[in-house]
């Protein structure tokens, strides 16, 4: 074969291997541009010695390493929310292989966001951060809680999103316990408001009875006990007069007999009307208190200064009787804690409230303040509680204040709305 022949046969080949040499070239190029745009980690090189792979540690290393070891999921979108790069946390989260979620569009995994509040989401975030509170679809078909970051990400020709995922779910179940807690202290505190309201009914229906109780053992005293007592007396005297002329010593016994009989009819008069005094149903709490204070005086020794108003009128039925109670019970305790000669009673009234003030000047060892709001009102007697209750069901206010300089006890009811005992 000539030479011309053998130079027409080899001129294919060398073409052909013109051309590989030019892909790789290309392709070395290609990869020369990665490199050094930041889009190449780490190269494998195929040797005598197998792979070797080899990485790129440059000036943006560290913060892949940060982005790689960081526990929220990290990504990069293009503008259409596509994924570029995402981190190993991200693909956690979605329990999707890192190489299936990039290239693949986090719109399709973003739930229980209207895609219109979305789209302008990720529009902003082309300029200026964003938040994003959403449930990401994971590939078992679970929803994940989480909060998006997003934020514009400009490097060279380069326009993207960065995205940080912050999984939400231990907070989503401190919250639903915290509502849990919550909820239960509501109930907790309904059923005790249920349960104070139930006493505060059972308290009042209980001091409705006592006082029905308290009229009715009254108005037997006077009309059936005092009636005997006075037919008593009128017997003694007749026996005295049909048997004449008696020996001094028999006289002397049924003057005794009388003038007991009298104690005891008069002592019946006073527990019934102290009971409960006719006066305040006829007349009112003016007369009766002013007829109680007038007992209490000629009882006890004490000098009471009584001060009520030219015209208090009637009030309702229930509220005169609270303070009549009130009234009752106050000089009753100066009378047996006081220790003091004196006492001062006044009653105010304006268009809203009624106000029932009793003082003394005794002296107490431990000064005391308390109000019908504060529980260590409970501290104090039987007596202070009853006048709490009663005022409690009228809506009103007590308070008891004590020092050197004496005992201050001050009831304050509204006029209306006042709900009955």
């Given at each position: ?151 514009p990400m400009q490097q060279n020709d380069f326009r993207g999103i960065c995205v940080i995922a912050t ?153 005169e009787l609270t303070l009549f109670r009130i009234l009752q019970e106050s000089l009753t305790n100066v ?65 008891l204040r004590s020092g050197s300089k004496g005992t201050i006890m001050r009831a304050t009811l509204p ?7």
């Open positions: 074969m000539s030479a011309s022949n053998k130079t027409l046969t080899q001129v294919p080949g060398r073409r052909l291997e013109i051309s590989r040499l030019r892909e790789r070239l290309e392709e070395l190029e290609e990869t020369l541009r990665a490199i050094r745009t930041g889009e190449v980690d780490a190269l494998i090189v195929s040797g005598s010695e197998g792979d070797q792979v080899f990485t790129l540690q440059g000036g943006e290393h560290p913060y892949r390493v940060l982005v790689e070891s960081m526990n929220e999921g990290a990504a990069t979108l293009n503008w259409g929310g596509d994924v570029l790069y995402a981190n190993r946390r991200l693909a956690e989260m979605l329990a999707t292989p890192l190489e299936q979620l990039i290239s693949s569009s986090l719109r399709e995994v973003i739930r229980n966001v209207d895609e219109a509040v979305l789209n302008l989401c990720l529009e902003r975030a082309r300029t200026i951060p964003q938040k994003l509170a959403c449930d990401l679809h994971i590939s078992d078909g679970r929803l994940l809680p989480v909060n998006l970051s997003l934020s999984d939400l779910t231990q907070q989503k179940l401190r919250e639903a316990q915290l509502a849990l807690e919550v909820t239960q202290r509501q109930r907790a505190e309904e059923a005790l408001l249920q349960e104070e309201q139930s006493l505060r009914e059972l308290s009042g229906r209980l001091l409705r009875l006592q006082d029905d109780e308290r009229r009715r053992i009254a108005r037997d005293l006077h009309d059936t006990t005092g009636q005997k007592v006075v037919a008593l007396t009128l017997e003694l005297s007749m026996i005295e007069a049909k048997l004449g002329t008696l020996p001094p010593e028999v006289n002397a016994m049924l003057q005794e007999c009388r003038e007991l009989a009298d104690e005891v009819s008069t002592d019946i008069r006073t527990l019934s009307y102290v009971l409960h005094p006719p006066l305040l149903d006829e007349a009112g709490l003016s007369s009766a208190a002013r007829w109680f204070v007038d007992g209490f005086v000629r009882r006890s020794r004490i000098k009471v200064d009584l001060d009520l108003p030219h015209d208090m009128g009637r009030m309702p039925q229930e509220l009378h047996r804690h006081a220790n003091s000669p004196n006492a001062f009673v006044k009653i105010a009234l304006n268009e809203n409230f009624v106000t029932l003030e009793v003082k003394d000047e005794g002296h107490v060892a431990k000064p005391i303040v308390v109000s019908s709001t504060e529980k260590n009102i409970e501290l104090l007697g039987v007596g202070v509680r009853g006048m709490q209750e009663r005022v409690r069901q009228l809506g009103g206010r007590l308070e006029l209306t709305q006042a709900s009955p005992l």
